[in-house]
């Protein structure tokens, strides 16, 4: 054992003895019967390892009840009893928060609280970041006194930030000239007239009207006053654009999934299209020159949310907050960054990773050796850099994040209209 | 180049193997024809085959649309009847679309449109249920809790005091708000009535405290309570309501209506390619049928050709041979024919014909010799018969003229001349029919020892032999001979005799009989003593009556006895001069069979 791999080994066991400490094992403890949670959410987040290893770590019985983001969200928003924690996005906390399904969340319960970055905070990760618009994580964090939510800090919040990231736009760089990071990479290659009948979308609103809108103001075809809370005219504006493209054929459609995703550009039905880290992955691990692009508008941003249920109570609760607490306590982190997302409190994770793999996921250097994803395979090799750079420079260069905006039913309706035409 | 390898086969070989072979591209001719039928109705069943998926493909997507206009009846009016249409016609795709097209890409495509379709009728019946909890919590729920606040406040208004009744009725105002707020969201699904529906609900619960009656404060503000849950719950469903049309379903049709016009592409491209295929096909088979007939006509022109050349050029060849031959030639040229077949009959037959013509040519000539001979013989014998005759009629008038005078006497004298000429005339009437027994009578030949033979030759004839003073010196190691012993015997005798005429008129006359032999003849040399013969009576001694000197006694027939028994027996007979003088006369028998004739 080298140095290096002793201090890893060794901060490892650390971060591990201090997170064993500070967690609770409810079957060790003076609880008689195991506690169970329902966790509803995403496939993203709702991993079986995490599970297990949560299970194991904590001495609870944990449910996981993964589904499509519509699904779960309608779940959560009209059920409270159908869950406990609740995993999402960002842009589902305005829903949940008006539909009274979730409790805040005292901030005195969560252990890692303080380490919880300025990104989760203060909608920032640093001073030199450009603001991004729409639902900034700060502006929908803290529950404020008139019971609505805002970015003054209070000591209650309405989820825990844990998981985030930035998505853009994927490109088959067989096909599509290949750009350079945040200069010449741009939203509105979406709309490049050469890729005509080749771009595809994703299937959101809340999300792909983003993309949209990102492709249209880089195109110079139109500018939104605020992007990230559209006004009826301005959705109006942008959807006839994007719709009278679509009707010329520029569109091949919408995807619905990230194996969809994959599909359409392996199959050559696409050349650029709005993508996830995953299927960027994917479609790497099937030789396929696909690039993650690093805007020069910026990222459309996301943050996970964890969200506690109303009806969540007694033990149940103290099992829920043991969860919370234990996603920000280190392992968890460094297995997700592994998928290429980001934790709140990343400096809890480092022990848990290796030098080269902190390197790659947070610092954007180029992988010393070959590094495993969470599925124990290799998926990154030896000298590959992360597209967009370090972690604090992709969120540095946040345009928007994922907002349910006021206009959001009339967007749906116009959403139709685009997939539709 | 190819009469060589034919002409290797018999007629009928090759006849039968022209018959095979044209036979047999005539089959193939059939078969590829046949399978150019074959291919062409099955390439004709796949076009039909794909135009019918493609049909299909134009009618799953009419079907598709009309599902979606059923849909949307559904979705803005709520009919149930069009709710169930959509399911019968989900069925009735769902039944086609799983349907075997033959092509994996459309396979594909129907499989993936059969996904979508599916989650497309899966979203829908989620609509429904939504649509249904909806309408419960719009149009009967908040209604019920609506009437239930309203009675309540209306109850308050009646029991509180009069300075309150006010606040009473803006209490019920902002209730009123809150419904305004609600129905205007449900009908224009603005969020902004969302809030202010929410807005006039904590308006109404903050103004709950100002009223006495705890009681009626604490329902209504359950009521409340309830209404706003129930409002916020119909928001929410709504909202899912809204994603689930307007999000997933606009995008499930739309993947399976692409798939589908994808599938139709696929099947029309199929179509078009496998039409493209038959035309190129039939035309690529059409010219592989008339390049091979073609050829097979070739093949017939060039084979019915080597096996006509392979039967007329010897058949001609015969014919001249034939003509030749029945013209009587025995040198016509038989064409070397090795096979045996029916021309190797005839050209063994033409060698036959030609054998018969040369035997006939030579008994021909024989026939000439005989007639010669005979002529000769005729003229000899006649020749040599009338001179005793004349000499005979000659004394007779001799004799007449002498009895006329009556001499008789004299007459008398002269009747031994006429014997003696009769005697002679005996002699030689004999030796002629000696000579035509030669090979008539007793002619059975037998192998025997000659030195035995001789042996008792010389002792039936030493008596006169030492009377004559005459030697006959037979060496030892003659051969033994296939012959008829007898006519041996006469041919020495002859030999003898005409030494004791001629090599013994000094007396001290010898005859030496000595034998060789090599691989086909024994040579027998009787070598005489005499004066020898002179080159130019060698042969003619030979002939009939020849005789070198004619005072000599003889008829001049032993030597011919002699050369015809000889011939007879395969063998020869002539003469030659000694090394020292007198004659050798050589006699050559065959070691094998001679095969003596018989003749009549």
């Not at chain 1, 805002?150 to 998981?163: A, C, D, E, T």
């Not at chain 2, 769902?94 to 092509?103: A, E, N, T």
Request: glycine letters at 8%.
């Amino acid at each position: 054992m080298n140095r290096r791999t002793f201090l890893q080994q060794s901060g490892k066991l650390g971060a591990a003895a201090v997170a064993a400490a500070v967690l609770p094992n409810f079957a060790a403890g003076h609880h008689t019967t195991k506690p169970t949670i329902k966790v509803v959410g995403t496939h993203v987040t709702l991993l079986e390892p995490l599970r297990q290893q949560a299970e194991q770590d904590l001495g609870i019985r944990i449910e996981f009840h993964p589904g499509g983001d519509a699904a779960v969200l309608l779940k959560a928003a009209t059920d409270p009893t159908s869950f406990d924690l609740y995993e999402q996005w960002s842009n589902s906390i305005k829903v949940l928060w008006q539909a009274k399904t979730i409790q805040p969340i005292d901030i005195g319960r969560l252990t890692y609280w303080p380490e919880v970055n300025s990104l989760s905070k203060l909608g920032r990760i640093s001073a030199h970041a450009r603001p991004g618009l729409g639902d900034v994580p700060n502006k929908i964090l803290y529950v404020q006194p008139d019971g609505g939510l805002g970015p003054k800090p209070s000591r209650q919040i309405s989820f825990l930030p844990y998981v985030h990231n930035v998505d853009s736009f994927g490109y088959n760089s067989a096909v599509v000239p290949k750009g350079i990071p945040y200069k010449s990479e741009s939203w509105a290659w979406l709309l490049d007239e050469r890729w005509h009948g080749r771009v595809a979308i994703v299937n959101s609103p809340e999300i792909g009207v983003f993309d949209l809108a990102l492709a249209v103001q880089a195109k110079g075809l139109m500018q939104f006053k605020d992007m990230g809370n559209m006004s009826r005219s301005e959705v109006d504006q942008l959807f006839d654009i994007v719709i009278s493209m679509k009707r010329k054929g520029h569109f091949r459609g919408v995807w619905t999934s990230v194996p969809h995703s994959v599909e359409l550009m392996a199959s050559g039905e696409t050349v650029i299209q709005s993508m996830f880290s995953p299927g960027v992955s994917t479609l790497k691990g099937m030789g396929i020159p696909c690039i993650y692009a690093a805007p020069k508008e910026g990222y459309r941003a996301w943050h996970g949310v964890m969200c506690l249920s109303r009806d969540c109570t007694g033990a149940r609760q103290e099992a829920a907050y043991a969860f919370m607490n234990w996603w920000l306590s280190g392992w968890p982190g460094a297995f997700i960054a592994r998928q290429g997302y980001y934790i709140s409190n990343p400096e809890r994770s480092r022990p848990f990773m290796s030098k080269a793999e902190w390197d790659y996921w947070y610092e954007g250097q180029p992988a010393a050796e070959p590094l495993q994803g969470t599925d124990g395979r290799i998926s990154i090799q030896p000298g590959e850099v992360r597209t967009g750079g370090s972690y604090i420079k992709r969120f540095e260069n946040v345009a928007v994040w994922n907002t349910v905006m006021d206009t959001y039913e009339y967007i749906l309706t116009k959403w139709n209209e685009f997939v539709l035409t | 180049m190819l009469r060589l390898p034919v002409r290797a086969f018999s007629l009928k070989k090759r006849i039968v193997f022209g018959y095979l072979c044209t036979g047999a591209v005539a089959c193939a001719i059939v078969l590829l024809s046949w399978g150019t039928f074959e291919r062409f109705s099955a390439d004709l069943r796949k076009i039909v085959q794909f135009s019918r998926h493609a049909a299909d493909s134009m009618t799953f997507a009419a079907q598709m649309a009309e599902m979606q206009r059923k849909a949307l009846i559904y979705i803005y009016e709520g009919h149930n009847s069009a709710g169930e249409q959509v399911r019968a016609v989900y069925q009735q795709m769902i039944g086609s679309i799983s349907r075997d097209r033959g092509l994996a890409a459309a396979n594909a495509a129907a499989a993936l449109a059969g996904t979508h379709l599916n989650a497309y009728y899966e979203a829908f019946k989620e609509v429904r249920q939504q649509r249904n909890i909806r309408e419960r919590l719009t149009k009967m729920e908040l209604r019920i809790y609506a009437t239930r606040a309203q009675q309540l406040i209306e109850e308050m208004t009646r029991e509180e005091e009069r300075h309150k009744r006010l606040e009473c009725a803006r209490m019920l105002n902002a209730f009123l708000q809150i419904e305004k707020n609600a129905y205007r969201y449900f009908d224009s699904l603005d969020g902004q009535f969302i809030r202010a529906a929410s807005d006039y609900i904590e308006q109404t619960r903050s103004m709950l405290g100002i009223f006495s009656n705890r009681q009626r404060t604490a329902d209504l503000a359950a009521v409340l309570d309830q209404y706003e849950s129930t409002f916020l719950e119909a928001v929410q469903r709504t909202r899912g309501y809204l994603y689930l049309v307007n999000v997933v379903m606009a995008a499930e049709a739309y993947e399976t209506m692409y798939q589908v016009r994808k599938l139709a592409k696929i099947m029309s491209d199929a179509s078009e390619q496998a039409q493209e295929e038959v035309t190129a096909h039939i035309s690529s088979r059409l010219w592989l049928l008339l390049l091979t007939s073609g050829l097979l006509l070739l093949f017939i022109i060039l084979f019915s050709w080597i096996i006509i050349k392979s039967i007329t050029t010897p058949l001609n060849r015969l014919t001249q041979t034939f003509q030749r031959l029945a013209a009587g030639s025995s040198e016509a040229d038989i064409p070397p024919y090795p096979l045996e077949d029916e021309l190797g009959a005839l050209t063994r037959a033409a060698a036959s014909f030609k054998a018969k013509n040369i035997e006939l040519e030579e008994s021909k000539k024989e026939l000439e010799h005989s007639n010669d001979e005979l002529e000769q013989f005729v003229y000899t014998v006649s020749h040599d018969l009338k001179s005793p005759i004349v000499t005979s009629m000659g004394f007779i008038g001799i004799i007449r003229k002498l009895a006329d005078q009556g001499k008789a006497e004299q007459a008398v004298g002269m009747l031994d001349k006429v014997v003696k000429a009769n005697e002679r005339m005996s002699q030689l009437i004999n030796d002629l029919l000696e000579l035509s027994r030669v090979g008539r009578i007793d002619m059975e030949t037998k192998p025997f020892d000659l030195n035995l033979l001789l042996a008792d030759f010389a002792r039936s004839r030493s008596e006169v032999l030492a009377q004559e003073q005459f030697r006959l010196l037979i060496e030892p190691g003659l051969p033994t001979i296939l012959a008829n012993e007898s006519r041996a015997l006469q041919i020495f005798e002859n030999i003898l005799s005409n030494a004791l005429k001629y090599a013994n008129q000094k007396r001290n006359g010898c005859l030496r009989i000595s034998s060789a032999s090599d691989a086909a003849w024994h040579h027998v040399l009787c070598a005489d003593n005499g004066p020898g013969i002179p080159e130019e009576y060698r042969e003619k001694i030979f002939g009939l009556f020849y005789r070198l000197d004619v005072n000599m006694e003889g008829t001049g027939i032993g030597l011919a006895v002699a050369r015809k028994i000889m011939k007879l027996h395969g063998g020869e007979i002539w003469v030659e001069a000694g090394p020292e003088g007198g004659a050798v006369f050589h006699l050559t028998f065959p070691k094998t069979e001679p095969g003596i004739r018989q003749e009549g």
